[in-house]
């Protein structure tokens, strides 16, 4: 990973009693530098066919250096700084428990994010980029800090230079000031005027010119600095005024969060586990919908209607089928008090239109090859047994299926006794009836029917059509009576 591909954070460091104008002028190695920090991404040690053998290598390093930390129950997010020495370590674990604690702001789409508010955290690794020097002290915690947020949230569009210690003790509550629920302290270091003037003097010397001429340099430090037993305001030092007028944006902090918000670090980047997360979660509602739609669908109404065989001499509702010598023919049922009557042992028969040619179900039978509509009959009477009959295909064991708009024919012969009753069609689209279940269903809505008596009607008529027409989307329902007489057939 490149220095431009990974969130990097610049600290500099002055060796302790020295000010940066001795040190130019001597031969010797210069203490006061800069020290490059940043986080990456801890990747598990996997083999993959895309990614290069120094990848592979620089993983397993990884897994070697994440199982010690887990057996020696180390920070995980500092603990490859320890390689640098026990200070910065300790320093990286100050900055990861400052972050962990002030947290981020989450995309609506960080599914995983949500469950696991952490995660972005303890999904980065703290690394120096070169050998680190003893310092004055804990100057280096908000470097870290940032480098992290940096990198948790993609943001790296200017040059960082940081210097500041932090404070997670919820102790420090010494005023309302001091101490924040959900975030930390930004303390004054010590050697600040000594740190500005070298940063004046690297830039002097064009420390940052390879970086780009469209990057602007940002130096984050506190409003506050230590001068041996004095804390003095930060803005009051010279050396501020010189940065400012050669480009550099000096951005005084007491809070982390106004850290955070100098470098735009305030809401975590999506996940691999986020996108996971966005990918099940859009499978699941993907095959919810298919579900849903086809609930919808599969309860939507039917439309379905008696047909004429006669339009000439009979309404389009169900006929009385006549048999004589053989020859059959239709003739229209004669009604007593608005109601059909017929005969007690007559055969009824009619002509009924299922579905709609113009239908969304008209469609898929000719797009998809829709079937049609599965069909049962259904003769209720109030003194009587319920009749059930699943309709079969003639001369075939499976059930007869109604392409939309179509027509189904059919007769009964009734069974000889005078009630009351009802011719119920019922049709659904994708499941064949089945009639037992339907006389159990029936059965346990009405007890009593179990029980008929031909000298007591024990079934409540209007409520068993109202029962049958609710466990389908479509139904076609014909009340009739029948009398103990002779069949109009005759006459």
């Known amino acids: 990973?490149?220095?431009?591909?990974?969130?990097?954070?610049?600290?500099?460091?002055?060796?302790?009693?020295?000010?940066?104008?001795?040190?130019?002028?001597?031969?010797?190695?210069?203490?006061?530098?800069?020290?490059?920090?940043?986080?990456?991404?801890?990747?598990?040690?996997?083999?993959?066919?895309?990614?290069?053998?120094?990848?592979?290598?620089?993983?397993?390093?990884?897994?070697?250096q994440e199982r010690k930390a887990i057996d020696k129950y180390w920070d995980r997010v500092s603990a490859p700084l320890r390689q640098h020495g026990a200070l910065l370590y300790q320093s990286g674990c100050v900055a990861a428990n400052a972050i962990r604690k002030i947290g981020f702001q989450r995309k609506a789409s960080a599914l995983f994010q949500w469950m696991q508010p952490h995660a972005a955290v303890e999904s980065k690794r703290l690394h120096a980029a070169s050998a680190w020097a003893p310092s004055e002290g804990r100057s280096a915690e908000l470097g870290l800090a940032l480098a992290l947020a940096a990198s948790i949230c993609r943001r790296q569009r200017d040059i960082i230079i940081v210097t500041g210690a932090l404070s997670t003790l919820d102790n420090e509550q010494e005023a309302q000031t001091r101490y924040r629920a959900e975030d930390c302290k930004v303390h004054p270091v010590s050697a600040l005027p000594q740190k500005l003037r070298f940063i004046q003097q690297q830039i002097e010397l064009g420390a940052f010119h390879d970086l780009g001429t469209h990057r602007q340099i940002k130096l984050i430090i506190p409003t506050h600095y230590r001068d041996q037993q004095r804390t003095l305001p930060t803005q009051q030092l010279s050396e501020i005024s010189w940065l400012e007028q050669h480009g550099v944006k000096v951005v005084c902090v007491d809070w982390l969060s106004e850290a955070l918000s100098a470098i735009d670090a305030t809401t975590a980047h999506l996940l691999i586990y986020d996108r996971l997360a966005q990918a099940a979660a859009s499978t699941l509602i993907f095959f919810s919908a298919i579900f849903l739609i086809l609930q919808m669908w599969q309860n939507a109404p039917v439309t379905m209607s008696f047909l004429s065989v006669n339009p000439d001499s009979l309404t389009a509702e169900p006929f009385e089928l006549c048999i004589v010598d053989q020859r059959?023919?239709?003739?229209?049922?004669?009604?007593?008090?608005?109601?059909?009557?017929?005969?007690?042992?007559?055969?009824?028969?009619w002509r009924a239109k299922i579905g709609n040619t113009h239908s969304f179900d008209a469609r898929l039978n000719a797009l998809l090859g829709f079937k049609g509509y599965f069909i049962t009959l259904i003769v209720v009477s109030e003194s009587s047994p319920v009749m059930i009959e699943s309709i079969k295909t003639e001369h075939a064991s499976h059930a007869l299926r109604v392409i939309p708009g179509n027509s189904y024919e059919g007769w009964i012969k009734l069974n000889g006794q005078a009630e009351t009753n009802a011719l119920i069609i019922l049709a659904q689209r994708t499941l064949e009836f089945d009639a037992n279940q339907l006389r159990q269903q029936f059965a346990q809505r009405f007890p009593a029917s179990s029980q008929l008596s031909s000298a007591i009607q024990t079934v409540n008529l209007d409520a068993a059509m109202d029962f049958f027409k609710s466990l389908a989307p479509g139904a076609l329902v014909y009340p009739f009576i029948t009398l103990q007489e002779n069949s109009k057939c005759l006459l």
Do not use: C
Not at 335 to 345: G, I, Q, V
């Open 1 to 64: 990973m490149t220095m431009h591909e990974r969130a990097t954070v610049y600290i500099p460091l002055i060796a302790a009693g020295r000010d940066v104008q001795q040190q130019a002028t001597e031969s010797s190695d210069v203490s006061s530098r800069f020290v490059e920090v940043y986080a990456d991404t801890y990747y598990l040690n996997e083999v993959s066919a895309d990614i290069t053998e120094a990848d592979k290598a620089k993983r397993q390093q990884q897994a070697i």
């Open 328 to 349: 059959q023919f239709p003739q229209q049922i004669n009604k007593s008090l608005l109601l059909p009557t017929l005969s007690s042992d007559s055969i009824i028969a």
